[in-house]
Each structure stands twice: as C-alpha cells, then as structure tokens.
C-alpha cells in the first residue's frame, strides 16, 4: 500500500520560510518524479515543483522559481520542499504526488499518488 504523508505546513507571515516534507512508503521511492502541489480554496490544483527520480534536473512553475527548492533523499525515501519569500498568494493545501513515469512532472493527472496535504496560510 502506498502511503505520502506531509508535513511542515503552518501560518507564517509574508516574507517568511517555511519547509515542508514528504514521507513515502509502500513504493520503490527511488524510481518514481515527485512533485509538489497545491490548491487554494476557489482554484484548481496547480503545479508547484517536481524532481525527478535521479534528483535531477527539477522543474519549478514561474510563480514559485527562486523562492522555493524541492529536494529529495532517496535513502529516507522523502522529498522536501524549502519555501522562502513567502507570499499570501502561496497560502494552499500543499501535496506531494509520486509519478512512475514522470513524462509531465507538471501535469497532476500524470500523478499517481497522492498525500492528504498540508495547510500552508500565508498572512500579510
């Protein structure tokens, strides 16, 4: 059974960081894309971060690039996203999703597994 469990969301002020992880089980961590994703209320999921199996090269959506980092140790089977200069516009739920085939690490009906999400809220 495979299981992504988030963590590391929270309120924080704009201009902050926040780190969030992605715990995997149940899956041959090492040879799936992860991504990063997220919605806030109102909005479509959209594409946030993706790395892939090797742990590179990643791939970042326009709003987030220079302020984020994804990351990934394939020996604790986890990734991390580094969020810094946050924005109130980055306050969503956060997911990491797994992708065996990683053909369109920003595309989220690629994914094939999906966290419950974490709660990032962004004040101003």
């Known amino acids: 059974q495979v299981k992504l469990v988030e963590s590391g969301g929270g309120l924080v002020q704009a201009g902050g960081s926040l780190s969030l992880s992605c715990a995997a089980s149940?899956?041959?961590?090492?040879?799936?894309?992860m991504g990063w994703f997220r919605q806030a209320p109102g909005k479509e999921r959209e594409f946030v971060a993706a790395?892939?199996?090797?742990?590179?090269?990643?791939h970042y959506a326009d709003s987030v690039k220079g302020r984020f980092t994804i990351s990934r140790d394939n020996a604790k089977n986890a990734i991390y996203l580094q969020m810094n200069n946050l924005k109130p516009e980055d306050t969503a739920v956060y997911y990491c999703?797994?992708?065996?085939?990683?053909?369109?690490?920003?595309?989220?009906?690629?994914?094939?597994?999906w966290g419950q999400g974490t709660q990032v809220t962004v004040s101003s």
């Open positions: 999703a797994a992708d065996f085939i990683g053909s369109r690490p920003d595309s989220p009906q690629k994914y094939d597994y």
């Open positions: 790395i892939r199996w090797g742990g590179g090269p990643t």
């Open positions: 149940g899956l041959t961590f090492s040879s799936y894309t």
